[in-house]
């Protein structure tokens, strides 16, 4: 009898908990994406004139080298030279000023200075083309010649590009090169937008600011920091500032069960550690190896780093994406989002199985590096393991120090810190800046599931916190998989309809703001 009465009462229990768990999924505020339904027809198209502008741009080889005094300059002096030859109207209506060299800063005046100002950001250095010789190709002759019609140039090296990286081959609706998508495209879409307006006769009402990094693919330290020391010295601040960081990932992109659009506007962006860790052993002939050499201890930390990561958590911008998204996403997905006090752990592991969404809810390790002996037959005392950790907002470098240090407190071991920078600050979403975002979006891509994110990547943005809290990183592109894959790599390219795409919503940012 009692036996019975226990049963009864579990499946009480279990029914009242049932009843719960679909009561809090049903109630919960997930946000409706709605489709605008009205036939507004936008004019995308970017012109000829734009398209050769652009194309001339992407000619000219402006490579950073992590090595900064390695850099060749050449190509940036060519670059800063192109830009007045191109955009004659925005060096007539702006005052412009040229910060460490090549930090290249541009100023529209308002008409109400008592508005706070914006600031959009680019940056036109590029990544390397690996087995690619670029001195091989450039045509100095043609550098400025933005009505010549694109060619294909020869390719003196093989690379598996299907057209030279820095020919800016103009083909089958899409613009291929280096720095088509990052960022170049983006720069010259902000200069396009401009150069509408002032050719429409329009002026803004606040300030509005441009400034363009030459290395931030190798860390922004002698472009970005700059500008940014720049406007802190002259005390200028900003209402929102606008860089890269953020796409609009097409449907199926980010995730496989969204089938909608998703433009990931990054309202922060992880800081990053590289360790080396030395482990020592016994060291000798491999004729006779002991129990364990300093490469088997060193396999064993790779081990534990690898099994013992970081915990999962959901910070605020996350908390946000998964409100965002959860109405678009299968029913036993949406009660683990809206019964978190119980399923917590079931939406930790269905995250972290895909690596896009696991890195956004957890600091990530990556073991990226491994050393032991030179030569086959020699066991080294001293093996090295280098690791790449992403910060998730909320930890710090310190954190995952003392991470790393439990797990190697059994092992001889030295660590030295390559590289490292805290996460950024997190901004907020309850601003103009955000808004005006959603506002946009929601005529050029009606149906986008607009939400903040955590961008993965650095990108100079970061160093402009000193002059504003409101920072949002986000390219107005829609990409799938193949196309975001494209970035730093082969065949780079931008179609003709994300480049006119940005071009129209940077012209309705700077207006509406």
Request: hydrophobic share 40%; net charge negative; charged share 20%.
């Amino acid at each position: 009898m009692k036996i019975k009465r226990f049963i009864t009462a579990v499946l009480l229990l279990f029914i009242v908990l049932v009843i719960i768990l679909l009561v809090k999924t049903w109630i919960y505020p997930f946000q409706k994406n709605e489709v605008d339904n009205s036939n507004t027809t936008l004019n995308i198209i970017p012109s000829e004139k734009a398209i050769k502008r652009l194309v001339g741009g992407i000619r000219i080889p402006t490579v950073s080298n992590e090595v900064y005094e390695n850099t060749n300059f050449k190509p940036f002096d060519e670059f800063k030279a192109y830009l007045p030859k191109v955009y004659p109207q925005i060096y007539r209506n702006m005052d412009t000023l040229t910060v460490n060299n090549y930090g290249l800063v541009f100023h529209w005046k308002g008409k109400n200075k008592n508005l706070k100002p914006i600031l959009f950001l680019s940056h036109y250095d590029v990544v390397p083309v690996i087995g690619y010789d670029v001195s091989a190709e450039i045509a100095t002759d043609t550098i400025f010649q933005p009505d010549d019609t694109p060619v294909e140039r020869i390719n003196s090296v093989q690379t598996k590009w299907d057209y030279s990286p820095f020919s800016g081959t103009v083909i089958n609706g899409r613009i291929y090169g280096r720095g088509t998508l990052d960022m170049k495209g983006m720069l010259f879409s902000l200069f396009e937008a401009a150069d509408d307006l002032i050719t429409e006769g329009w002026q803004p009402e606040r300030d509005i600011w441009f400034a363009f990094g030459h290395d931030e693919e190798v860390s922004g330290r002698q472009g970005a920091v700059h500008i940014a020391d720049y406007f802190k010295q002259q005390g200028i601040t900003f209402d929102a500032v606008y860089d890269e960081g953020g796409i609009i990932a097409a449907s199926g992109s980010a995730m496989q069960s969204i089938k909608k659009p998703i433009a990931l506007v990054g309202i922060g962006e992880k800081g990053f550690l590289t360790l080396r860790i030395k482990v020592s052993g016994l060291g000798g002939h491999s004729s006779m190896p002991p129990a364990k050499s300093s490469l088997v201890y060193a396999a064993e930390i790779i081990e534990k780093l690898n099994s013992n990561q970081m915990p999962a958590t959901i910070i605020s911008p996350i908390a946000s994406f998964l409100d965002n998204i959860g109405g678009e996403m299968n029913f036993t997905s949406r009660i683990a989002i809206a019964n978190q006090w119980l399923l917590k752990p079931v939406l930790f592991s269905t995250l972290s199985k895909s690596p896009s969404s696991n890195a956004l809810i957890r600091t990530t390790t990556a073991i990226s590096m491994a050393k032991g002996s030179d030569a086959p037959n020699v066991l080294t005392s001293v093996s090295e393991v280098t690791v790449n950790f992403r910060i998730l907002p909320g930890e710090t470098v310190s954190d995952v120090i003392n991470h790393v240090k439990e797990i190697c407190k059994d092992y001889e071991v030295e660590m030295e810190v390559i590289s490292d920078r805290e996460p950024s600050s997190i901004s907020p979403e309850n601003t103009r800046g955000f808004n005006i975002i959603k506002e946009s979006l929601s005529q050029l891509y009606p149906g986008t599931i607009v939400s903040s994110y955590i961008t993965i990547g650095g990108t100079d943005a970061y160093k402009y916190q000193i002059v504003s809290d409101n920072l949002y990183r986000f390219m107005p592109v829609e990409l799938n998989q193949y196309e975001q894959r494209a970035i730093h790599n082969e065949n780079e390219h931008i179609t003709l309809d994300n480049y006119g795409r940005m071009i129209w919503y940077f012209k309705e940012v700077m207006k509406n703001y």
